[in-house]
């Protein structure tokens, strides 16, 4: 085994409907999902906790920096997509080159926010944040800034995470840090890092479990929705469209659901309720 980083840088729903819960959330939020590197499930969890906040009531808007556009594909025109300034760009006039970004202010404005980052746009984007007091202008508007970063259990993962709620936190003061494991138990990201050494430093810890259902592989790879929207697939759908036993569809439809509702009751326990600045 690898040894860890020991030093870091300074109830179920039913298939038709989401849980409702009501809002008591008493101020907006922007939240920041990120990592330096790729496939970790960022999207993912940007929509969930966009449907958390839904569920409780709340509307939310979208801003994808991403140039793989996940996010549109599963929202299409709900999402707002910002074109990050390609190296080229950055080279010619760095300053114009990051006012690619400015927009995002005004969109932050009002309401509840989510921005997925790309793994290539995470560095000129908190660039661009520093150099803007992007931070300062959310919470001085009363918002919550929430800064989230998600990994899986491999370390260039965690170092990307770690990375984002650290060095890239700088560019983000006053930002709530949050580190999302994705999948694995805790214990596997123990192998990489002291976890309780996190904590201790202000980064409060959400662990999500890992989708066991033969559901997800259908929704993950075929179709472009997520979570609460794929609980609209019904058992006949997995058996006359995706070839799934009776058996199976019943299985599948069950363990999706009871999946989702812990995902979502995570998430609104840990990243919705009101925090204190970190």
Same mark, same amino acid.
């Given at each position: 085994m690898?040894?860890?980083?020991?030093?870091?840088?300074t $109830?179920?729903?039913?298939?038709?409907?989401?849980?409702?819960?009501?809002c008591?959330?008493?101020?907006?939020?922007?939240?920041?999902?990120?990592?330096?590197?790729g496939?970790?499930?960022k999207?993912?969890?940007?929509?969930?906790?966009?449907?958390t906040?839904?569920?409780?009531?709340?509307?939310?808007?979208?801003? =994808?920096i991403?140039?793989?556009?996940? @996010?549109?594909?599963?929202?299409?025109?709900?999402v707002?997509?910002?074109?990050?300034p390609?190296?080229?760009?950055?080279?010619e006039?760095a300053s114009?080159?990051?006012?690619?970004?400015?927009?995002?202010?005004d969109?932050? $404005?009002?309401?509840n926010v989510?921005? %997925?980052?790309?793994a290539?746009?995470?560095?000129?984007?908190?660039e661009w944040?520093?150099?803007?007091?992007?931070s300062?202008?959310v919470?001085?508007?009363?918002?919550r800034?929430?800064?989230?970063?998600?990994?899986?259990?491999?370390?260039e993962?965690?170092?990307?995470? @770690?990375?984002?709620?650290? %060095?890239?936190a700088?560019?983000?003061?006053?930002a709530?840090r949050?580190?999302?494991?994705?999948?694995?138990p805790? $214990?596997?990201?123990?192998?990489?890092v002291d976890?309780?050494r996190?904590?201790d430093e202000?980064?409060?810890i959400?662990?999500?479990?890992?989708c066991?259902?033969?559901m997800?592989?259908?929704v %993950?790879?075929?179709?472009?929705?997520?979570?609460?929207?794929?609980?609209?697939?019904?058992?006949? %759908? @997995?058996? =006359?469209?995706y070839?799934?036993?009776?058996?199976?569809?019943?299985?599948?439809?069950?363990?999706y659901?009871?999946?989702?509702?812990?995902?979502? $009751?995570?998430i609104?326990?840990t990243?919705?309720? =009101?925090r204190?600045?970190?």
């Amino acid at each position: 085994m690898t040894k860890r980083m020991d030093s870091v840088p300074t $109830a179920v729903t039913t298939p038709a409907e989401s849980p409702v819960v009501p809002c008591i959330e008493p101020r907006p939020l922007v939240a920041i999902v990120a990592n330096q590197r790729g496939g970790v499930g960022k999207t993912t969890i940007a929509t969930a906790i966009g449907e958390t906040l839904i569920s409780r009531g709340a509307g939310v808007g979208y801003i =994808e920096i991403e140039s793989s556009a996940r @996010l549109s594909q599963i929202y299409g025109d709900a999402v707002h997509r910002v074109q990050p300034p390609s190296l080229q760009e950055a080279a010619e006039d760095a300053s114009r080159a990051l006012a690619t970004y400015d927009e995002i202010t005004d969109r932050t $404005a009002e309401g509840n926010v989510v921005i %997925d980052v790309g793994a290539n746009e995470i560095a000129s984007f908190a660039e661009w944040a520093g150099l803007s007091d992007f931070s300062s202008d959310v919470i001085d508007r009363g918002h919550r800034l929430l800064l989230v970063a998600v990994a899986t259990a491999e370390r260039e993962a965690m170092t990307g995470a @770690l990375d984002v709620l650290y %060095d890239k936190a700088t560019a983000f003061p006053g930002a709530e840090r949050y580190l999302v494991l994705n999948g694995p138990p805790r $214990a596997s990201f123990e192998d990489w890092v002291d976890l309780q050494r996190v904590e201790d430093e202000g980064i409060r810890i959400l662990p999500i479990p890992r989708c066991l259902s033969d559901m997800w592989r259908i929704v %993950d790879g075929k179709i472009p929705i997520r979570l609460v929207k794929a609980l609209k697939l019904t058992r006949m %759908d @997995l058996e =006359e469209d995706y070839g799934m036993t009776r058996a199976m569809s019943a299985r599948a439809v069950r363990s999706y659901a009871d999946w989702v509702t812990k995902v979502m $009751a995570a998430i609104s326990g840990t990243l919705i309720e =009101e925090r204190g600045t970190v």
